[in-house]
């Protein structure tokens, strides 16, 4: 019987500390988000792959040399880049044009090996993350129209 005892006042020792625990838990200061309630306050960190894009400046023209160096670099061919070759008239020589430049979102890893790649900085990401849409098609983007 003093065993049976024992046993209960151990027992009911360890619940309370338990409590003890939870209470102080309750109390603490939280850090969690509350999303979607903070949507307007929420910030993402800067180191945050969210989409890729290509920066215009004002008038319309990105960095993009056409080089072709982010679509060799892509492991699972999300980018898909098509170019023209044209001739410079002052100078006569033939160079490469970009004249659609796609990004699948979908099936982007987004391990930032393109980015890496870019000689020119043309493409970067972007902190954007919400990007539920009801079909996949959606989700191929085409970076070089404004």
Known sequence: ???YIKGLFHGLGTLLTGMKVTGQE????????????NRATLEMFDRFCGELTMPHDAGGKNKC?????????????TIR???EMVTDPE?????RRLVLYQYDLGSCM????CVNACPTGAI???T??????????????TLNKQ
Not at 26 to 37: G, H, I, N
């Open 128 to 141: 954007d993350f919400e990007h539920a849409v009801y079909t996949r098609g959606k989700l191929v983007k």
């Open 1 to 3: 019987m003093s065993s």
């Open 110 to 113: 987004f391990c930032h090996l």
């Open 91 to 95: 100078t006569g020589k033939s160079k």
């Open 124 to 126: 970067r990401f972007s």
């Open 81 to 83: 880049i098509t170019t």
């Open 65 to 77: 040399i056409a080089c072709g160096l982010c679509q060799s670099a892509c492991p699972n061919e």
């Open 26 to 37: 309750f109390f603490t200061k939280k850090v969690t988000e509350q999303y979607p309630e």
